[in-house]
């Protein structure tokens, strides 16, 4: 399963964007849906991630700013971002888990500067 991100680009701080994933083709039930950040010489850390039933976890970094939520009929997962920050600039990374197996997208771009 490939999974799809879009959504990524640059943005002045105090702005907005919305990321979206979808699987490359259409799957029964997706346990959880996510999203990790990995910033330039970073480890890679948990933003946002919703279960089946729509039970959600944040990161610290992101509570109160960031919200996600899930079209479970069509696969998808949104990440809504408000009030970024410079410390937001990373290269944001889907993941979905399927029974036992965790899967990732490509990952996009997201850019906070003035």
């Known amino acids: 399963v490939q999974l799809q991100a879009s959504g990524g680009g640059s943005v002045q701080p105090g702005g907005s964007l919305k990321l979206s994933c979808v699987p490359s083709?259409?799957?029964?039930?997706?346990?959880?849906m996510g999203w990790f950040r990995q910033a330039p010489g970073k480890q890679r850390e948990l933003v946002a991630r919703?279960?089946?039933?729509?039970?959600?976890n944040f990161g610290d970094s992101v509570k109160g700013r960031f919200t996600i939520s899930r079209n479970s009929a069509k696969n998808t997962v949104y990440l809504q971002m408000n009030s970024l920050k410079p410390e937001d600039t990373a290269v944001y990374y889907c993941?979905?888990?399927?029974?036992?197996?965790?899967?990732w997208g490509q990952g996009t771009l997201v850019t906070v500067s003035s």
């Open positions: 083709r259409s799957i029964f039930s997706i346990n959880v």
């Open positions: 993941n979905a888990v399927i029974g036992d197996s965790g899967f």
């Open positions: 919703i279960t089946d039933t729509l039970i959600t």
